[in-house]
């Protein structure tokens, strides 16, 4: 495996696995290959890093992490919203 990568923090892996699977799959479709990248633990401070090794991913996984970060937001946001309105809170999947 090279040393040359890239590390992109991200704080929170929520929602990242979903957009990661949709390039994944977009790829694929596409005939071409997956990222190359994994995901570490960020060495320099809160959360992760995903080290991106094939320089032609960067780009394409920076825009993936700002797509999960949004999403994570806006489904935040939403809980609040719902909270503020009365609505009960969904049942999150892993709690049974």
Known sequence: MSDNYQDLPIENLTYLDGWLNLAYE?????GLP???????PNPNGPGVVVRVYSPADVDETRALIAAAQDTRQRAI?????????????????WAG
Request: aromatic share 0%; no cysteine; charged share 40%.
């Open 26 to 30: 977009r790829r694929r479709r596409q």
């Open 34 to 40: 997956g990222l190359d990248a994994s995901v570490r």
């Open 77 to 93: 946001e939403n809980r609040a919203a719902r909270a503020v309105e009365g609505e009960p809170a969904p049942t999150p999947r």
